[in-house]
Each structure stands twice: as structure tokens, then as C-alpha cells.
């Protein structure tokens, strides 16, 4: 049903996709350090997730099929196809722009495996956050700007990890930023499991 | 027969927004073979007190009960409901249908409203007129024992109408029905009536 | 209650006195060295009530029974009482880092997870604004506890490891007996003191709503 709403997708691509150019001329092509480019990358990530991955709940607010969501499927399920579409949507909005973001900023990466690892466990922990977040910011009137301010205690500890562990790649060849990795896909572990015991209390609204 | 085991019931209701009391002390009692309607002038609190009924809200004070209790056996219509405009009829029926049995019955209850020539197409498009019909549909395509209807017939047309009724009358010896409405041919179809406000 | 309070009352002047009395001139600092008998006890409360907000939440969306009422305005008092410890906290550690390092800030470990739970403080009050008075404000809320009360353990591991850390590791500073007496004291009492305010806005709290 999300995949309908082409709009909404294209506005998140072309927006990462943006500020991934934006960011690149503005650096202006001078050598930036590896954690500057990985917190860069970050922060594009970031932002994306804010535009991108609110819609999963807050765009059924707004448009009131909320209500025939409750009806018509048991909260599980829910919860299980909005985490499955933010992951999918997430993952698939990094596999473009990484390579864009490695083509525009200067100095290659020098393990690109790792690279890809870390920044797949990253926006596995930020989809998987941002599901259960945008309901909550769902059930608050839907404003874009709640659901900022409650996602970014929670993320910027998941940024800050997935940007030393995407530094490293950049810079130290055949590193797989093992014990970083795990720790993001530990996070992303916990925040599903956290979602699924607390979802039925906030979708359930009486 | 009417089947003794099918009932909506609540006693004692109340139910208070930021400390206003919409409505309290409501008793009801619809069973399969007897419907109740909700009467009572705008803003008197009937559709709230339908979706207290059917699990939607939270009484402030008060008890339903309902059985067979679940939520598969509910069927809940409202003029609030939005269905996703950007599916198509079959498509959303498919979506709400909870089984095969559900699904199948999908194709035979869009022609019984006069809808089969918009199957395939985007509910977005719809009049109202269809919309209400279809989301009369979506209520009862998984046959549920419980039904809660919120204005079932506003929108709709005399054979619309018509359709709604004849499809009600044929069912209610077997389904428990609440229906919230100001209209006097939906509150005389009911046997119980219950006034608010 | 009243023993509490009472204990309170001796408790923290108690604490105060001592912290400036009794205790000698921390090595290094001198005199304004004595602000570590405020900053350590604010960071611990800072944690211990968010801890206690975090497990109010729980119990509250585990309580289907409704047996215990207002959990959730119970977690928002201690989480109150959590801001304003943490921004104290940050203050005083900011003012300590200044004097001992040069600079008021340093984002090491126990700097940036004391902001982040000032983040999280702050992000659970404007979703409980957001959501004021509706019926499941208390429910979203602690949900929201929940989340984060999940993410935190993940912060506390991680740190460490990723950054070297200017904060004085518990057993570094040379601390004799009685500056750590004092220092247990003055933790003892804001406890207290956290307990106090604590049952105070509960019960003020049910006061207002004597007639629910």
C-alpha cells in the first residue's frame, strides 16, 4: 500500500539524493578527513530517515485510514509490515546513495565491504526505531517536528557508532568494524523487540 | 431462531471528554433478532457511544460485554472510516477479508450493492454514494456475528437504501446489531431503541 | 512520608555543611573542588530517576487491571525531577570540567550520555504536551520511556570503548576517607531529597485529583 504513495518515496529519494550533491559541492572537493565523510553520510542518513521514515504512521493519521487499519488487521501485523517496508525502503534508499556519496566525496573507501556492513546495520537501527517512533509521533496529532525531537535522543547514539564504524572502513583497508556492526544490529534487535511489546499501546487508542 | 449466544451489551456508560460528561448511565442490549438504534440529536455522543460498544474507546465508567468477543467478530462502519483511496475496491476487500471464505464473498456482495462495474477501480474515484456502500461491504464481508453501524445509510440512494435494508432484514436473526442514527427508517428497523442527549 | 521529610531536612543541610566544612580541599581544585559533592549525587539522581520513571512506565502499560492508578503521572514527576537533575548535573560538571581541563566542553562518554538523557527528558515532555488531554497520553508516554529505557543500556556499553575519556574513573581521584564519607553523605542525601520532592508532587497530584 506504501509503495502507492510514489509520491512520498520519491520526495525521500530525491531529497537524500540532494543533499547528498549539496553536501559533495560544498565540501567543495577538498580531501575531507574519513570522519568528517562518515559523519557526513550520517547525517544525510539521518535527515532522510526524518523525511522519509515518519510517513510509515503519521501519514495514516493524517489521512484518517488509521481507524480502518485497527479494524482490519490485528496490531501484529501492523507493526510487522510497517517495520518490513521502513527496513526495505531505508535499506534500498542506501544502496543508491552510498555509492553516490562515495563517487562525489573525494578518497575512495578503503574497505568496501565493511563499509556496506556498518552502513546497513545503521539504517537497520534507524528504520527499525523510526517505526515504532512515528507511531508514537502518530498518535500526537501528526507533526513532523515531534517526531524530530523524539527520534534524536534515541538515534544520535546509533549515529555516532555507525559513523566511527564507517569512518574506519573509510580509512583502514580490509576492516569489517566487527564489534561496531554487531552493536548496531543488536540495537536494531532490541528496538523490534521493544516495539513489539509496547505497539499494542500506543496503536490501541481509547 | 434467533441464536441466544449473539449479544452486544452495556450497562451503566458513561463517558467524559477533559471533564465534560458526553453521556452517562446508558443500558443497552441488542441481540441477534432484536437491533437496537441510537438516537439522539448531533453531537450527542451516538457514535461515540457505537465505538465504545465495539472496543474502539474506553467507557469512563461502565462495562460491555459482547459476545462472542474478539475483534474478528466485529463489523464496524462509520462516516469517520477513510479507506485507502489508492486502492481499488477488490483490492481493499481483499485487504479486510480475514479469510477465504471472506474473500470469496467479496465479488457476490459488490454486485449485490451495484458496485461490480468499479471493482477494479481507485476507491479515490468514488461518489459518496459508493463509498458508503462499499464501506457497508467491508463490514460485513467477514460475516461477523457483531455489527456497528454508524448512519449506514446516509449518502446513499433509494435502491442503495434498499439494498442495505434487504441485506440487514435477511441477516439479523443471526447478527446483533447496533445501528447510531438520526434517520427514521434506520432507528424503525430496529426493535430497541435507545436515546441520547 | 514524614520520616522522609524529616530525614530530608537533616539530611541535606547536613550534606551541604559538609560538603563545605567538613571535607578537605579536593587536591588540585581547591576549594572549588567541593562541587563534586553536588555534581556526582545530581548525575546519580539524574539516572536513578529516570530509572524510576522507566520502570512507573512499565508497570503502568502492564497493569491492565487499572490496580494502580496514575502510574504514568508518577513517571512524569520523576522525570521532572530527572530534568532538572540533569541540567544541574551538566551545569556543575561543565563548570568542574572547565576549572580542571581548560574547556567547559568535551563530549566525552559521561558528558554526551548525560546529554542524551537531557535529550530524552526533554523529547518525553513535549510528547506528553503533545499529547495533552487525551485518553492515552499516559500509555504513548510511557511507551516512549520504554523505547528509550531500551536504547540506554546500548549507550552506557558502547562509550567507553569508542572514545578515550577525560572523566576521572572512580577510583582516580585521591580521595581520603572523609571526602568520601562526605561524598556517600551528600549522595545519601539527595536521594532523600529526590524521594521528597518525589512523594510531594504525587501527592499533590492526587490532591488535585481527589475527586477521579
Same mark, same amino acid.
Given at each position: ?63 484518517g485510514?488509521?481507524l480502518f487499519?485497527?479494524l482490519s ?134 | 431462531m434467533a441464536e441466544t449466544h449473539i449479544y452486544i451489551e452495556g450497562t451503566?456508560l458513561?463517558k ?6 458526553i453521556f452517562s448511565g446508558i443500558g443497552i442490549r441488542a441481540a441477534a433478532g432484536s437491533p437496537v438504534a441510537v438516537t439522539g440529536p448531533n453531537g450527542s455522543g451516538k457514535s461515540t457511544l457505537l465505538e465504545i460498544l465495539a472496543g474502539l474507546r474506553?467507557p469512563?465508567?461502565? $462495562?460491555v460485554r459482547r459476545a462472542p468477543? /474478539?475483534?474478528?467478530a466485529i463489523g464496524f462502519m462509520s462516516p469517520r472510516l477513510t479507506l ?5 475496491a477488490?483490492?481493499l476487500l $481483499?485487504?479486510a477479508a480475514?479469510?477465504? /471464505?471472506a474473500?470469496?464473498r467479496a465479488l457476490p456482495l459488490l454486485e449485490g450493492f451495484g458496485l461490480s462495474a468499479h471493482g477494479?477501480s481507485?476507491i479515490?474515484s468514488f461518489s459518496t454514494g459508493m463509498l458508503q456502500r462499499l464501506k457497508f461491504i467491508t463490514a460485513v464481508i467477514n460475516d461477523p456475528p457483531l455489527l456497528f453501524l454508524d448512519e449506514p445509510c446516509s449518502n446513499l440512494d433509494a435502491p442503495g437504501r434498499d439494498a442495505i435494508f434487504k441485506y440487514l432484514r435477511s441477516l439479523q436473526e443471526k447478527k446483533a446489531i447496533v445501528i447510531a442514527t438520526n434517520d427514521a427508517a434506520e432507528a424503525d428497523f430496529c426493535a430497541g431503541r435507545v436515546g441520547l442527549g | ?212
Amino acid at each position: 500500500m506504501e509503495l502507492r504513495e510514489k509520491s512520498a518515496l520519491n520526495i525521500a529519494f530525491a531529497f537524500a539524493f540532494i543533499s547528498t550533491l549539496a553536501v559533495s559541492l560544498v565540501a567543495g572537493g577538498a580531501a575531507l578527513g574519513a570522519r568528517e565523510r562518515a559523519l557526513l553520510f550520517w547525517l544525510i542518513m539521518f535527515f532522510s530517515a526524518m523525511s522519509g521514515l515518519s510517513h510509515a504512521f503519521v501519514r495514516e493519521e493524517e489521512r484518517g485510514t488509521a481507524l480502518f487499519l485497527r479494524l482490519s488487521s490485528p496490531p501484529a501485523a501492523v507493526l510487522s509490515a510497517k517495520l518490513l517496508f521502513n527496513l526495505l525502503f531505508f535499506l534500498a534508499l542506501q544502496a543508491v546513495i552510498a555509492p553516490l556519496f562515495v563517487f562525489f566525496m573525494e578518497g575512495g573507501v578503503a574497505s568496501p565491504a565493511g563499509f556496506a556492513f556498518s552502513a546497513l546495520a545503521g539504517g537497520a537501527a534507524l528504520a527499525s526505531s523510526a517505526t515504532v517512533l512515528s507511531a508514537i509521533a502518530a498518535k500526537s496529532g501528526a507533526r513532523g517536528s515531534l517526531f524530530t525531537v523524539i527520534s534524536f535522543p534515541v538515534m544520535l547514539p546509533v549515529l555516532i557508532t555507525a559513523a566511527g564504524a564507517t569512518a574506519d572502513c573509510i580509512e583502514t583497508p580490509g576492516t569489517l568494524a566487527g564489534s561496531e556492526t554487531v552493536f548496531l544490529l543488536a540495537f536494531s534487535g532490541a528496538m523490534i523487540a521493544v516495539s513489539y511489546l509496547v505497539f499494542e499501546y500506543i496503536w490501541i487508542d481509547e | 431462531m434467533a441464536e441466544t449466544h449473539i449479544y452486544i451489551e452495556g450497562t451503566s456508560l458513561a463517558k467524559g471528554f477533559n471533564g465534560r460528561m458526553i453521556f452517562s448511565g446508558i443500558g443497552i442490549r441488542a441481540a441477534a433478532g432484536s437491533p437496537v438504534a441510537v438516537t439522539g440529536p448531533n453531537g450527542s455522543g451516538k457514535s461515540t457511544l457505537l465505538e465504545i460498544l465495539a472496543g474502539l474507546r474506553k467507557p469512563t465508567s461502565g $462495562e460491555v460485554r459482547r459476545a462472542p468477543g /474478539g475483534a474478528e467478530a466485529i463489523g464496524f462502519m462509520s462516516p469517520r472510516l477513510t479507506l485507502y483511496g489508492e486502492l481499488t475496491a477488490l483490492e481493499l476487500l $481483499e485487504f479486510a477479508a480475514k479469510s477465504s /471464505g471472506a474473500s470469496a464473498r467479496a465479488l457476490p456482495l459488490l454486485e449485490g450493492f451495484g458496485l461490480s462495474a468499479h471493482g477494479h477501480s481507485r476507491i479515490g474515484s468514488f461518489s459518496t454514494g459508493m463509498l458508503q456502500r462499499l464501506k457497508f461491504i467491508t463490514a460485513v464481508i467477514n460475516d461477523p456475528p457483531l455489527l456497528f453501524l454508524d448512519e449506514p445509510c446516509s449518502n446513499l440512494d433509494a435502491p442503495g437504501r434498499d439494498a442495505i435494508f434487504k441485506y440487514l432484514r435477511s441477516l439479523q436473526e443471526k447478527k446483533a446489531i447496533v445501528i447510531a442514527t438520526n434517520d427514521a427508517a434506520e432507528a424503525d428497523f430496529c426493535a430497541g431503541r435507545v436515546g441520547l442527549g | 512520608m514524614k520520616h522522609i521529610a524529616r530525614l530530608t531536612h537533616i539530611a541535606m543541610p547536613a550534606a551541604v555543611v559538609m560538603a563545605f566544612l567538613f571535607a578537605p580541599a579536593v587536591d588540585v581544585h581547591g576549594e572549588t573542588g567541593r562541587l563534586l559533592f553536588f555534581h556526582v549525587p545530581l548525575a546519580w539522581i539524574a539516572a536513578l530517576a529516570f530509572a524510576v520513571a522507566g520502570a512507573l512506565s512499565i508497570v503502568h502499560l502492564a497493569d491492565r487491571s487499572g490496580r494502580w492508578a496514575h502510574l504514568d503521572a508518577k513517571a512524569r514527576h520523576s522525570a521532572a525531577i530527572g530534568l532538572a537533575a540533569t541540567v544541574l548535573a551538566t551545569a556543575t560538571g561543565s563548570v568542574w570540567a572547565k576549572m580542571s581541563w581548560g574547556s567547559y566542553w568535551n563530549w566525552d562518554p559521561r558528558e554526551t550520555s548525560i546529554i542524551i538523557l537531557m535529550l530524552v527528558y526533554i523529547a518525553y515532555f513535549s510528547l506528553d504536551s503533545a499529547l495533552a488531554g487525551r485518553g492515552n497520553r499516559g500509555r504513548v508516554a510511557s511507551a516512549y520511556l520504554i523505547i528509550a529505557m531500551a536504547a540506554m543500556p546500548f549507550f552506557i556499553f558502547i562509550f567507553p570503548r569508542l572514545f578515550g575519556s577525560l572523566h576521572p574513573r572512580s577510583g582516580s581521584l585521591e580521595t581520603d576517607a572523609v571526602t568520601r564519607i562526605t561524598l556517600l553523605v551528600s549522595i545519601a542525601a539527595h536521594t532523600l531529597l529526590y524521594l521528597y520532592v518525589f512523594s510531594l508532587k504525587n501527592r499533590v497530584f492526587a490532591l488535585e485529583h481527589v475527586t477521579e
